[in-house]
């Protein structure tokens, strides 16, 4: 019999893209020796654009230059996927997990964080549904509302899932998000019916809640960030 | 080459069969996984992180397997490094991109890469449809060809995937 998969969950707040990435790295060297379980980071960024590993910078439609006197940041990246924005009132999930001890393969973990924001966005009377082959990520309708981008090594996963509750959607304006043209992006705030949303923090960590669900989770125990801050983890 | 079933739960539902290959993998022996439906070769060792080597003639051909790739999905970018770089047993040399995840790709063995498969810049896809053969990554010349013992057989890989495979 194999004892019971714990989730920890960290909420960080808002935290820089950076840190956040310095986090990661400890927290996969860590769990790759088995020295923590399962880790879950559930935080925002400030307003930021990242690209990943094939570095498609043709889909930033600006410089660089105007997007930082815009106060975004811009970083480039070693995950899947393509160009996305991060920002405020965005939820970001970012699961530290040995997928060789739950026995997924990439694309079956794709599939799960998908099914994560699918559920959660039903719990809001939205229908969402994954997108076609060859574009990743959560949808309502040709709207898209949540993206993912992940990176595996030795079998440990890193970044993860971004979900638009409520963010300024112009920051998209931007960008061609995905590497997918003619293609809007869309909010939870945007698609549902009734006028309130409850609060980021609400939302957010119901999303949390559906993670833990999809990915069968016997025990999950939820830290304060602050309890982890970056020069804490040791590697 | 004489076949050998494998004994364990699978026996019965193993199916066999020769494949005569026109690249130097051949001939070999093809063993169908009944669970998961990947093909395990002959004549290779395995590492637990699901990478292949051919050792041949002093170098080491290295790629992933076909239970790799399809637990990744549809490839759509490979990142390789270049010849004359050096690799170690274990350690990452390049990555796959498969629906929006970038796997490492780890070296089964050490030394220098002499050579690296330009096709997949073009055609990533041939990590899927032919893992083997054409979907070879990198060659290497072996700093130490006794690390080949450490690696996995065909038959210690095939129960290392079932039992990856049911632990879900």
């Known amino acids: 019999m194999r004892s019971p998969r714990t989730l920890e ?19 996969v060297l860590s769990r790759k020796s088995g020295r923590i379980p399962d880790t879950l980071l559930s935080l925002q960024h400030p307003p930021t654009y990242t690209l990943g590993k094939r570095r498609t910078d043709h889909n930033l439609l600006i410089s660089q230059a105007d997007l930082e006197k815009m106060g975004a940041e811009l970083h480039y990246t070693q995950r899947g996927g393509d160009i996305t924005f991060h920002g405020p009132h965005q939820a970001v ?17 794709v599939e799960r964080l998908e099914q994560t924001m699918i559920e959660l966005s039903s719990k809001y009377r939205v229908r969402a549904s994954p997108g076609k082959p060859g574009e990743t990520g959560v949808w ?65 960590d119901h999303l949390v809640s559906c993670f833990v669900e999809q990915f069968e989770y016997e025990d999950a125990i939820w830290k304060d960030g602050s309890a982890l801050r970056v020069c804490d983890v040791e590697a | 080459m004489a076949l050998r079933m494998w004994a364990s739960s699978t026996a019965n539902a193993l199916k066999l ?13 093809i063993f169908s996984l009944s669970r998961c439906f990947s093909s395990v070769l002959e004549g290779l060792k395995y590492a637990k992180s699901h990478e292949w080597v ?15 790739q ?5 490839v759509v970018f490979v990142d390789l490094p270049e010849p004359g770089g050096k690799v170690s047993q274990g350690g990452s040399f390049g990555a796959v991109e498969s629906v929006k995840a970038t796997s490492d790709i780890n070296s089964p063995v050490s030394g220098e890469i002499v050579e690296v498969n330009k096709q997949l810049t ?24 006794s690390e080949l013992d450490n690696l996995l057989g065909p038959s210690e890989y095939t129960k290392f995937c079932e039992e990856e495979d049911a632990a879900h």
């Open chain 2, 17 to 29: 069969s020769s494949a005569v290959s026109k690249t130097h993998l051949s001939p070999a022996a």
């Open chain 1, 93 to 109: 999930l970012y699961p530290i997990v040995s997928l060789r001890e739950i026995g997924l393969g990439a694309r079956k973990y």
């Open chain 2, 54 to 68: 051919k050792h041949e003639g002093g170098v080491a051909t290295i790629g992933i397997t076909d239970h790799a």
């Open chain 2, 70 to 74: 399809d637990h990744l999905g549809e």
């Open chain 1, 9 to 27: 969950i960290f909420k960080m707040g808002m935290i820089s893209y950076l840190d956040a990435l310095i986090l990661q790295e400890k927290l």
């Open chain 1, 140 to 204: 309502v309708g040709d709207r898209k509302i949540g993206a993912i981008g992940v990176r595996i090594s030795n079998g440990i996963t890193s970044h993860g899932l971004a979900y638009n509750v409520n963010p300024d959607l112009r920051y998209f304006e931007h960008i061609v998000p995905c590497g997918i043209a003619d293609k809007e992006v869309t909010s939870l705030k945007r698609e549902v019916e009734e006028v309130n949303v409850p609060a980021d923090e609400v939302v957010q």
């Open chain 2, 122 to 145: 073009e055609t990533p896809g041939l990590v899927n449809s032919s893992p083997y053969e054409n979907g070879w990554m990198i060659k290497v010349k072996p700093a130490s060809p």
